[in-house]
């Protein structure tokens, strides 16, 4: 099997479930936004202080040396499906499963995250779910709701798409 690529908002459990799904799987477990801040030296939310394409070149770069790796869960960053090209590596190389949640979840969540680059900088979160949910929902393989589940059970989900 190829990688499972996990999409989707801010705050919709990516990397939690993605590592839960991961020990069901037995796969190693990558999140693209630690991968960044580790290779850079500096948090996601210094590299958007340079602005955001520099954040999102880096995101390709890594999105594109962890493709190469072995089978793995894979948490992208939210806006990584935001480049046509990052999405044709992750179709190429596995599946993609979106974990789908709404504004209000997401606000709940993510509230006292000072470290969410988009959020601090003034964009609304209905705004940007507005923007990208059909994007979100025309490159996933799979659609599931992370909303009013525990992250054990969105999990064993997830890991059920691999089998099905
Ligand atoms: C972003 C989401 C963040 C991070 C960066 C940009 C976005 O990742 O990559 O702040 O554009 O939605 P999470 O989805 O893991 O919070």
Redesign the pocket.
């Known amino acids: 099997m190829g990688h499972l690529w996990l999409v989707g908002?801010?705050g919709s459990g990516?990397?939690t479930v993605g590592a839960l799904t991961a020990g069901l799987l037995s796969l190693p477990f990558v999140d693209t936004?630690a991968r960044i801040a580790e290779r850079s030296g500096r948090s996601?939310k210094e590299i958007?202080e340079d602005g955001e394409i520099v954040f999102r070149r880096i995101e390709s770069q890594i999105l594109a040396e962890v493709a190469l790796e072995r089978p793995s869960v894979i948490a992208t960053?939210?806006?990584a499906v935001l480049s046509a090209e990052n999405v044709v590596l992750m179709r190429a190389s596995g599946m993609i499963v979106l974990l789908e949640v709404d504004a209000g979840t997401i606000a709940e969540r993510v509230k006292l995250d000072a470290e969410?680059?988009?959020l601090v900088s003034g964009e609304g979160i209905v705004e940007v779910l507005e923007e990208r949910r059909e994007l979100y929902r025309a490159v996933a393989d799979w659609i599931l709701s992370s909303v009013g589940r525990t992250p054990e059970e969105v999990a064993k989900e997830v890991a059920a798409c691999v089998d099905t």
Request: no cysteine; hydrophobic share 40%; proline share 8%.
């Open positions: 908002m801010m990516k990397t936004d996601v958007f960053g939210g806006g969410r680059p988009l």
